[in-house]
């Protein structure tokens, strides 16, 4: 979904498989990073969440790889 100032809006969904992960997880993480949250009236009469996809997207490549592995040494010989 876009809105009217061109913004991409995704579903729970959406940024679970973006992220590769479970919705719960999605929405776990996408509450720590932060991530700017809507709130849209779905076809069940509910409110439903929508993320800003710019925000997931962001986030997800600024976040660190999977890190060095400190605790091996070099052989010596």
Request: hydrophobic content about 35%; charged content about 30%.
């Amino acid at each position: 979904m876009t809105d009217d100032n061109g913004r991409e809006w995704w579903t729970i969904a959406q940024v679970a498989a973006y992220l590769g992960v479970k919705e719960a997880s999605a929405r776990g993480q996408a509450s720590r990073w932060g991530i700017t949250r809507a709130h849209v009236t779905g076809a069940s009469g509910r409110a439903e969440a929508r993320y800003d996809a710019a925000e997931i997207r962001e986030a997800h490549a600024a976040r660190p790889g999977r890190g060095a592995r400190t605790d091996r040494r070099p052989r010596q010989g």
